[in-house]
């Protein structure tokens, strides 16, 4: 089966300017995961979604962050403006589990995000 | 805080050796732990879980140890291979925080050929 789809790869911003990253998870996976990885760290969640209703953006920074999950398929996740520290690698995951039952979480390549 | 974290972050081992990865863990109604390995320029990749009402398990190569008393994790490598060479993540489910998983800091893996 096809695994999870980031885009871009790679993206060289400078402060202030605005960014976008697109996942498309695997089929029917039901729910779907933003991350965050800075050099070094393990990955940070940012926002959790369950079909395209969020169940947990607890972490994620509201005043420049902001991520939709339209029809429940495909996600963006929008920076604006963008900081010197939101340089990291975006990971986004899916998985084919709802809330209650275990499983693993699938994860796409990553964009690296560098902010000059 | 709840957190997940690694007792060393760098490990180099010898190609064929057996290799022991460690991981504390602080939340104790943590019910499910998970390792994931993740290569350069790649997402993190299920390696294998467990869950608390278990103490080991075992896949292809690897094992995983959970001792809930004092709250760690290992992950033990058969027959370290140069293709093992990674980071290796564990990671917490707290599945009262809507199956949230808190990964720890990561441990990086070198084999020497």
């Known amino acids: 089966e096809a695994g999870v789809a980031q885009s871009p790869r790679y993206k060289i911003i400078e402060k202030r300017q605005s960014v976008a990253f697109w996942c498309n998870p695997i089929s029917g996976h039901a729910t779907l995961y933003w991350y965050q990885q800075i050099l070094g760290q393990g990955p940070k969640l940012l926002i959790q979604?369950?079909?395209?209703?969020?169940?947990?953006d607890s972490q994620l920074p509201k005043d420049r962050f902001s991520a939709e999950r339209l029809k429940g398929v495909d996600s963006t996740l929008k920076i604006q403006p963008a900081k010197l520290e939101d340089s990291a690698v975006y990971l986004c995951?899916?998985?084919?589990?709802?809330?209650?039952?275990?499983?693993?979480?699938?994860f796409g390549p990553g964009t690296r995000l560098t902010v000059l | 805080g709840e957190s997940v974290g690694l007792h060393l972050p760098t490990l180099s081992v010898q190609e064929g050796d057996n290799s022991i990865i460690n991981c504390a863990y602080s939340?104790?109604?943590?019910?499910?732990f998970i390792w994931y390995k993740q290569e350069s320029g790649k997402g993190p990749q299920f390696i294998i879980d467990i869950r608390s009402n278990m103490d080991k398990r075992q896949g292809q190569r690897v094992t995983v140890l959970l001792n809930k008393t004092v709250k760690h994790l290992s992950l033990q490598i058969a027959a370290t291979q140069p293709g093992d060479s990674a980071v290796y993540f564990c990671?917490?489910?707290?599945?009262?925080?809507?199956?949230?998983?808190?990964f720890g800091p990561g441990t990086s893996l070198s084999v020497i050929p």
């Open positions: 990671a917490e489910n707290q599945e009262t925080s809507y199956d949230k998983v808190i």
């Open positions: 979604f369950q079909n395209n209703g969020v169940v947990d």
């Open positions: 939340n104790s109604a943590s019910d499910y």
């Open positions: 995951a899916s998985s084919p589990r709802t809330s209650g039952s275990y499983g693993e979480q699938f």
